[in-house]
């Protein structure tokens, strides 16, 4: 159970592009899900948080109108990075929760994100 | 802001050894989870501790949170190659609602 996916692992986009990340709990209803960002060899960054019908919560430093988050069903969240640049690249990951335990997220396996 | 020290930052030893990673806060948490990330994955939980002083044990890996529930540490007995890759401590807050994680300790356990 609490099987998280991300759809797609993999994309590359030129500069200026918009590329859209799907993240959806396949076995359970999500209440919040998370959006984080790691660059290599380091920890992960939380960039924002999503409860499904309600607008996100950006951490401090993240641009809210170039990460834009959308959380329309308890099993699906996605992220849209708009008009995409190079300092963009990264790997995106996305966390699950249903509330029902202590703080445990159940993380999807990621999307290398590489712009030209 | 809670803050979470993780060390160390980097361990490469030899299959058979054994090794310890230390997660420190002068924060108060909640709970406190282990994961394990291997490169291009997402990390995947290995352990959820809440009380303090509580230790749970998961074959090789030993759990330990503090009694303050302000630290917490992972010990690997007998490590093997299988068991490289980046380990991450996340303590959640009292809301329930986030987790802070530490910087991650990257492990590489040579055969």
């Known amino acids: 159970g609490a099987v998280v996916s991300q759809h797609p692992s993999w994309v590359i986009c030129k500069s200026g592009t918009s590329v859209k990340i799907e993240c959806r709990s396949l076995?359970?209803?999500?209440?919040?899900m998370f959006w984080y960002r790691q660059f290599p060899k380091k920890s992960l960054m939380l960039m924002a948080t999503s409860n499904e019908g309600s607008k996100a919560t950006y951490e401090q430093g993240v641009e809210k109108d170039k990460f834009l988050i959308n959380h329309a069903s308890l099993t699906l969240s996605t992220l849209t990075v708009t008009s995409a640049h190079p300092e963009d690249s990264s790997f995106y990951i996305c966390?699950?929760?249903?509330?029902?335990?202590?703080?445990?997220?159940?993380f999807g396996p990621g999307t290398r994100l590489t712009v030209l | 802001t809670q803050l979470l020290e993780q060390s160390p930052q980097f361990l490469s030893i030899q299959e058979g050894e054994n090794l310890t990673v230390y997660c420190n806060s002068s924060?108060?948490?909640?709970?406190l989870q282990w994961y394990r990330q291997e490169p291009g994955e997402g990390p995947v939980l290995l352990v959820t501790v809440v009380t303090g002083g509580e230790v749970k044990k998961l074959k090789r890996l030993t759990f330990q949170f503090g009694d303050a529930r302000k630290d917490s540490s992972l010990h690997i007995t007998a490590a093997q190659p299988g068991d490289t890759g980046l380990y991450l401590c996340?303590?959640?807050?009292?809301?329930?609602?986030?987790?802070?994680f530490g910087g991650g300790t990257r492990l590489m356990v040579k055969p």
């Open positions: 076995d359970f209803q999500a209440t919040t």
């Open positions: 966390s699950a929760t249903d509330g029902s335990s202590y703080n445990e997220q159940f």
């Open positions: 924060s108060v948490f909640s709970s």
């Open positions: 996340a303590g959640g807050n009292n809301a329930g609602n986030m987790l802070t």
